[in-house]
């Protein structure tokens, strides 16, 4: 079975400053990696994803993530956040043979100005 | 566009009174998922169907049960809602097969109070 960690369940970060969100997994299978971007009261939307190749991996909104397999990690980073990033993040991994996501418990992204 | 679509958005039911959320996808995804996601938690998958077939978590509990008439639309059916089911509840949807991955794609969500 696959787990997820995120370090941080909240992260305050000024406007214009760079933020980067931990997300550590543990599973005895290759996996894929996600992170999704949920606003408050809304579903969520994937900000991008890993599935095999480059280690680092660029997604929407100016995001991106590095796959680290010595580590068993993929931490989030953007270099520069604006008011409208404050959202919650969730790391996800899934089998690299299935589809069921397992989530982390999410870091609460919080920018201020 | 295409996309996933949950109605309605807001659902207030009584304790103990059924209650049927809706999901359509207009993506032709084969597989679709339901999730529960209680205040500042992860979503926790209840179930999913891979085409017609359902496939049970081992830890949803027999209240919540689902249905999937076509490939279009998907329901979660709460039989008898506690207080401890107020949460929001997501569908997701996806292509699996045919050698290419695909990642989930979320509805909107439904939030569920029960009074």
């Known amino acids: 079975a696959q787990s997820v960690t995120q370090l941080d369940s909240q992260v305050p970060v000024f406007e214009e400053a760079p933020v980067e969100l931990r997300c550590n997994y543990s599973?005895?299978?290759?996996?894929?990696l996600f992170w999704y971007v949920q606003y408050p009261n809304q579903g969520l939307q994937l900000l991008l994803k890993?599935?095999?190749?480059?280690?680092l991996v660029k997604g929407i909104n100016g995001f991106e993530a590095e796959f680290n397999k010595s580590q068993t990690s993929f931490h989030l980073r953007k270099p520069s956040v604006h008011i409208s990033d404050t959202a919650e993040y969730f790391c996800?991994?899934?089998?690299?043979?299935?589809?069921?996501?397992?989530f982390g418990g999410g870091t609460r992204v919080l920018v201020k100005p | 566009d295409a996309m996933v679509i949950q109605n309605p958005r807001y659902q207030v039911t009584q304790f103990g009174k059924p209650v049927t959320l809706s999901c359509s996808q207009t993506?032709?995804?084969?597989?679709m998922y339901w999730y529960q996601q209680k205040s500042s938690q992860a979503p926790k998958l209840l179930f999913h169907?891979?085409?017609?077939?359902?496939?049970n978590e081992a830890d949803t509990p027999d209240n919540f049960q689902s249905r999937r008439p076509n490939t279009s639309f998907c329901f979660l059916d709460i039989r008898s809602p506690g207080l401890g089911d107020a949460a929001m509840y997501l569908c997701?949807?996806?292509?699996?097969?045919?050698?290419?991955?695909?990642?989930?794609?979320f509805g909107p969500g439904t939030r569920l109070t029960v009074t």
């Open positions: 993506l032709n995804h084969n597989v």
């Open positions: 890993y599935l095999s190749g480059s280690t």
């Open positions: 996800a991994v899934s089998k690299a043979a299935g589809n069921k996501l397992t």
């Open positions: 997701a949807t996806s292509r699996v097969g045919t050698g290419k991955v695909d990642e989930q794609y």
């Open positions: 169907y891979y085409d017609k077939d359902f496939n």
């Open positions: 599973s005895s299978v290759s996996v894929y």
